[in-house]
């Protein structure tokens, strides 16, 4: 019957898959993939290695289940954000504001997110990096659509293409999302949006 609650088999082989997902990315990302191993995860997860394989076909394959659910997490919320706001400023602070809960929240991943998303992907088969790449372009358009609706308005200026003013903004909160992960207490990110967002907003040269 459809929308028949999950049976209690099948609510278990979910935490199961949900634990040893958790057990991963922890050891991912303190050990990187290369110093990682399915009988490492079996253990840090607790269950048999075997059973490790019954959801998983090898190492490979759970790290491939595991960014792109993380992937797909940090989209979605991302593009939640920018959807929310009366207009395209408030717009871009939802999504400064935001992704900075999200990666702060979730900090493990944010290093494993990094590492596909800004092109040092290392130990994946070709195709697997295409569909990351292709959700984090979404992102950027979605994000482009923003400018591109404020210059539109006269609300912005026409400095760069919309496109390129998205990627500017992306690179520049993950530049500071960079600095608080190495060194939280001497690089706080910011938490009012707009020391990001002047950057762009604010023109450096005086006129």
Not at 39 to 58: D, M, P, R
Request: hydrophobic share 40%.
């Amino acid at each position: 019957m459809q929308g028949e609650k999950l049976s209690r088999r099948e609510r278990e082989k979910l935490r199961q898959r949900r634990d040893m997902l958790a057990a991963a990315l922890e050891l991912f990302s303190e050990k990187g993939y290369h110093n990682v191993s399915m009988h490492g995860i079996a253990e840090k997860a607790e269950f048999a290695v075997g059973t490790l394989y019954k959801f998983f076909k090898n190492k490979e394959d759970l790290y491939k289940s595991l960014i792109v659910e993380q992937a797909e997490k940090f989209h979605k919320a991302l593009k939640k954000a920018m959807e929310e706001g009366d207009d395209e400023i408030e717009k871009l602070r939802n999504y400064v504001k935001v992704k900075s809960t999200v990666f702060m929240d979730n900090v493990s991943a944010i290093r494993l997110y990094f590492t596909e998303t800004r092109g040092a992907s290392f130990n994946i088969k070709a195709g697997f990096d295409i569909k990351i790449r292709e959700q984090y372009d979404q992102l950027l358009h979605t994000l482009a659509s923003i400018f591109e609706s404020g210059i539109k308005k006269k609300r912005f200026q026409k400095i760069a293409e919309p496109y390129h003013l998205a990627v500017a903004l992306s690179s520049l909160c993950n530049a500071f999302l960079f600095l608080w992960l190495e060194a939280p207490e001497r690089h706080p990110y910011p938490g009012d949006p707009d020391v990001i967002l002047n950057l762009l907003f604010k023109g450096l040269v005086n006129p």
